[in-house]
């Protein structure tokens, strides 16, 4: 299997109750290598444009709140099947239904409020990549 990538932030919530450090720990546990990594807050118009794709969902205003209302940390990600492999570490949507030992599950405190973002494809892992990250910043 090649290798490629996917696209993570660790939210508010979790920066909030100092857990950068152990999420990251799962994710090179897990064997994912870091190609970029900034720590920033997102603008509200920011929020609103990463989630573009969900500007007809009931939660759209709650989730561009909640996203622009601390810091967060974006990273790119690399291993063989990065979409995939990353979506089941980080587990379900909502933590009451993600797996023992993922990370929503160790980290998230509820369906907004849920630990990490995790690209759901590798279009939208290039795509989220690139909205985050100059090529001078990918290494
Ligand atoms: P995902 O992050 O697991 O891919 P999506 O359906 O793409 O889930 O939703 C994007 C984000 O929107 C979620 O991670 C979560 O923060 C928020 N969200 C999803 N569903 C709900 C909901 O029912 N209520 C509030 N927030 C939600
Ligand atoms: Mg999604």
């Not at 508010?12 to 720590?39: C, H, R, S, T, W």
């Not at 023992?100 to 939208?124: C, M, P, Q, W, Y």
């Amino acid at each position: 299997m090649t290798t490629n990538i996917t696209f993570t932030m660790v939210k508010p919530d979790a920066v909030e109750a100092n857990n950068i450090g152990p999420i990251l720990a799962k994710i090179n546990q897990a064997g994912f290598k870091i190609e970029a990594m900034k720590y920033m807050r997102l603008s509200k118009e920011q929020a609103g444009q990463f989630y573009i794709i969900h500007k007809d969902r009931p939660f759209y205003g709650e989730l561009v709140e909640y996203m622009s209302s601390g810091p967060i940390v974006a990273a790119v990600l690399s291993k063989s099947n990065a979409v995939a492999d990353y979506r089941k570490l980080i587990g379900a949507t909502d933590p009451s239904k993600a797996e023992e030992g993922t990370i929503r599950k160790l980290f998230a405190k509820s369906i907004a409020a849920n630990a990490v973002h995790g690209s759901d494809s590798d279009e939208n892992a290039q795509i989220e990549a690139d909205f985050f990250f100059s090529k001078l910043e990918r290494f």
